[in-house]
């Protein structure tokens, strides 16, 4: 069976995400990802009457900071357990992928 260009995409994501996850620094496991995201991409993830980023937040569980819009800056935060964290990266970047 054949991979589109986006299934591969996602899945060497997947691939990068579950390992740059299980890193431990120490005896603590990350919990906060910081991601960089051009600031014109973040309509995307907000996406129209902020229902982009509440699925991310229903199906994943992860919770997803941004700056106000007012705020240059390009940094997006994702917050949960390890566990959480991947599934929500990876569905942030189907949304970016999709839309590019």
Do not use: C
């Not at 691939?15 to 991409?41: A, D, G, H, M, R």
């Not at 699925?55 to 007012?70: C, H, N, R």
């Not at 390890?82 to 992928?97: C, D, E």
């Amino acid at each position: 069976m054949s991979l589109s260009l986006l299934e591969k995409k996602k899945l060497k994501l997947k691939q990068w995400l579950e390992f740059k996850i299980s890193i431990k620094n120490e005896n603590e496991i990350v919990k906060v990802f910081l991601l960089k995201f051009l600031k014109n991409q973040h309509h995307y993830i907000i996406g129209p009457r902020r229902q982009t980023i509440q699925e991310i937040l229903q199906e994943t569980g992860a919770s997803v900071e941004m700056f106000p819009s007012k705020v240059q800056s390009d940094t997006v935060t994702f917050r949960d357990e390890p566990a959480k964290l991947g599934p929500a990266l990876i569905l942030v970047h189907s949304y970016l992928a999709y839309e590019n």
